[in-house]
């Protein structure tokens, strides 16, 4: 496996090489090198909000199958704690629920819901015991629009992530989101979960790919915006179509703005129209194949606009040229393309960010 260089001037740069899309090596390697230092959506606040509630999850299902926990306390501290018992290692906490403590079920050791060591049974004649090894392991986890995030080593703390979206649309009421499951779907791509990616962060395809949104945006007046770790794509609603009602102080005023398509590296994107948030997390299965989760959430006393509909049909046609960029890439032709500079900024910027973390753990 070789380090990829993206040269920083998007107008010298190359694209990744195939290799990268193709091989084993690469995926394996972004588990460790990408995935386990990222943030990643674990589930609503509302979810946890009760005192003495637990909420056992895997970091990232198949892919990152690291048993986590979450658990708020007594006084509503909320912490995300490993799942797995210090003894013999078993499962600890099955199901959500409530809960005074987590006590195992194998060998009865119990721990208090901060994830320290309380007792265990047979153990009076073990030396030097407990210490520190025999509580749970504890890892960052924070919150922001009412959804909760963790990360097992993070590369940058959640603030650097998130505070480009706090600073554009803090102003929205979004700890009044509301999931709405009937529009809420799950889908699977037949491609690795980097090309699905690259799709997204560019608009350049819109009037190829996806008819109907290229009669609802300007495209002339799509523009791009990065940040340390995600990018921002902003779309302006032709005259007719919905647009946000935005407040005097938003860089934004007087602008129309059809939606807000954040990226959040390495695989969330945040998409805020004015009905509230399309969250879309990516999610590799394996080299050639990914799910993808579309949740969605309301504001308050905003019906679901039918436009949320639509999602679903350009959804589909991002799938179908995805799907034929995972084919392509099979053959020995192409190895490495070019970036068009005005308009896949974004894509250039997800790839920088991806290399320099891949290239350190080569
Ligand atoms: S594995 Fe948990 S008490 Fe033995
Ligand atoms: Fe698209």
Known sequence: MKAIHIDPDIRKAQTPPTDFYTSAEYFQTSKSAVFASSWQYVCDVNTLSAPQTVYPFEFL?????????MSTDQQGQTRCLSNVCTHRGKILVEQAGKSRQISCGYHGRCF???????SMPCFEQVEDFPTEKDNLQTYSTDHFAGLQFCSLNPAFSFKEWIQPVQDRLGWLPLDQLKFVESASKDYEVQAHWALYCDNYLEGFHIPFVHPALNNAIEFDEYFYETFPFAN????????????FDLPRDSPDYGKRIYAYYFFMYPNIMLNFYPWGLSLNLVKPISKEKTRVEFKTYVFPEVALDPANHALDETELEDEAVVESVQKGLKGTAYTRGRYAPEMEINVHHFHRLLFDQINQNL
Not at 112 to 118: A, E, T
Not at 232 to 243: D, M, R, S, T, W
């Open 61 to 69: 299902d198949s892919f990152l199958p690291e048993p986590l926990l």
């Open 232 to 243: 921002l794509q902003v779309g302006i609603a032709k005259e007719g179509e919905p647009a």
């Open 112 to 118: 208090r819901l901060d994830g320290s060591f309380k």
